[in-house]
């Protein structure tokens, strides 16, 4: 929502070295995108954003990392392009003003990964989410040291975490 590219460009470096095509996205109405604001951009238009890449560069077996608002992305993203993924990552998700509509069963995506920001200063807004979804079999959980923007104060715990898991 208010973070872009720029944000997980160390991240993406650190994953190309180990091997991982990374490609980190701005959505529209942001940053080098914030010409593309023309009122009408919401969440089916950062959905669209990211499918549309997918699409464009034929990407299969991904695995998508949303952080906050983006976890409504990428969970509508699978939703449209279910054959296309490997994974899902959250990152301290949240919903925010859309209500996000699927069309299809969300345990198609055989990986789910929520990776919950445990060192916010006070209490998480996200940790009842944490607390459910690791007492569910079909979600793998970690706890990082770390505010909520993970890809900048735990991004060497976040970088093991996504080149250790089994897509």
Request: with cysteine; charged share 25%; aromatic share 8%.
């Given at each position: 929502?208010?973070?872009?590219?720029?944000?997980?460009?160390?991240?993406?470096?650190?994953?190309?070295?180990?091997g991982?095509?990374?490609?980190?996205l701005?959505?529209?109405?942001l940053?080098?995108?914030?010409?593309?604001l023309d009122?009408?951009?919401?969440l089916?238009?950062?959905?669209?954003?990211v499918a549309g890449?997918?699409e464009?560069?034929?990407?299969?077996?991904?695995v998508?990392?949303g952080?906050?608002?983006?976890?409504?992305v990428?969970?509508?993203?699978?939703?449209?392009?279910?054959?296309?993924?490997?994974?899902?990552?959250?990152l301290d998700?949240a919903?925010?003003?859309?209500?996000?509509?699927?069309?299809?069963d969300p345990?198609?995506?055989?990986?789910?990964?929520?990776v919950?920001a445990?060192?916010?200063?006070?209490?998480s807004?996200?940790?009842?989410t944490?607390?459910?979804?690791?007492?569910?079999?079909?979600?793998t959980?970690?706890?990082?040291?770390?505010?909520?923007?993970?890809?900048?104060?735990?991004?060497e715990?976040?970088?093991?975490?996504?080149?250790?898991a089994?897509?």
């Amino acid at each position: 929502m208010c973070h872009g590219g720029w944000c997980f460009r160390e991240l993406c470096e650190e994953l190309r070295h180990h091997g991982h095509r990374a490609v980190a996205l701005t959505l529209t109405g942001l940053a080098e995108r914030a010409h593309l604001l023309d009122g009408g951009v919401n969440l089916d238009t950062h959905i669209r954003d990211v499918a549309g890449v997918l699409e464009a560069e034929d990407v299969r077996d991904a695995v998508l990392v949303g952080h906050s608002y983006g976890g409504m992305v990428i969970t509508g993203v699978a939703d449209r392009l279910p054959g296309r993924m490997a994974g899902l990552v959250y990152l301290d998700v949240a919903s925010l003003l859309q209500p996000l509509r699927l069309t299809g069963d969300p345990a198609r995506i055989a990986r789910r990964v929520y990776v919950y920001a445990a060192g916010w200063q006070g209490e998480s807004p996200f940790t009842a989410t944490y607390e459910r979804l690791r007492e569910d079999p079909a979600w793998t959980t970690y706890a990082l040291d770390g505010g909520h923007n993970l890809m900048r104060d735990a991004p060497e715990d976040l970088l093991k975490i996504l080149t250790g898991a089994r897509w």
